[in-house]
């Protein structure tokens, strides 16, 4: 740049010298510059937008530092539940629930004293998943990290710390805006997830035909339960008690799979108890053998519309990436009538 100043310069000299009134000259001289200056600055914010299209930082990324410690802290303060995995060599996906225990400049994490938890975990890489309460009433953000562990240390006879390098970045992992809410029990009637077989399809489809006066068993056994932890347009999440990991191995319970889930809600119209068939794809899964409960985060795949006409087979539409409508609706009418109630 100095060189082209410099060639500047001496051409818008030569014109003084054929005569051009010396102020003529001078203001040419600073229009050039000041033209070689923009020119510059187009060049230099050019190169600059490129650098960051080559370095995109995705949008669901949290990277500020600020907001890291505040969202842990909030973790930390409501004992948010993280869902911690790990890949090995020599082992399938491995999950375990923990906690945050503290945060300085790592990530303390509490687990329970059960399983191989040693200093053979040194240097492994971890997944988390966890939530924490939105501003909005009956609303949570869904997180994920990765992280490496540091270091583990022995809490007691019960418990073992967990120590974490903190993530350099979270990623917000609802990708969907549907409003995702947990609803009280008096607003569900009945829920319950079945095999997608063809006599699980049997089973739904009676539930649906008697109102409800069938309903299908637990795959839990008999003193077995399924609770509605949230839902959305989106899926649900459901919790399962009296499900061993020899049970959930039995019926397959793994990411991915797909199963029917029935649900009896209650409507904010005039139509009282109204139930639903659909077919489901497991998201998340986590499974603590020691308590017998499972939790299984679930997308909607397929909802049941009533019969054809013509073949009386039962027709399924297909749901979209827009979601459910129908479950959409219930659950911003739920979201209202909590707010109503002052359940912030």
Known sequence: MAVDQEFLYKTLRGFGDTGLPQQTVNMLIVVGFCIIALVAAVLWYNNRELKKKLNVV????????????????????????????????????????????????????EIPANGNIGKSWLGREVAGFFHVPAKQAGMVIFYNFT???????????????????LPDHLEQTQKREFLRVSPPSRHYDYTNIIPDTKQGVAAGL??????????????????????????SGGGLSLELTHMTGKRASRFKINKGQNFLVLLSLVDFGDRGIVRHLFVTKIRRVFIDPTQGRAQLGLSFESQFMGFDEDTKKPKWEKVGNNGCPEMDDWTYNLYLELYREGNE
Not at 87 to 109: F, G, P
Not at 221 to 229: E, H, I, R, T
Request: one cysteine or more; aromatic letters at 10%; charged letters at 25%.
């Open 58 to 109: 995705p949008t669901s990324w949290i990277t500020d530092k600020d907001q890291l410690d505040k969202i842990f802290e909030t973790a930390l303060v409501y004992r948010s539940k993280i869902d911690l995995s790990f890949h090995s060599k020599s082992e399938k996906r491995r999950t375990i629930a923990c906690s945050i225990d503290d945060i300085n400049e790592h990530l303390v994490l």
């Open 147 to 165: 992280s490496t562990i540091t270091d583990v240390k022995t809490k007691g006879s019960q418990y073992f710390n967990l120590i974490v390098a």
């Open 206 to 231: 009676k539930f649906i035909a008697t109102n409800g006066e069938y309903a299908p068993g637990h795959m839990g056994g008999k003193d077995a339960n399924v609770f509605l932890s949230d839902i």
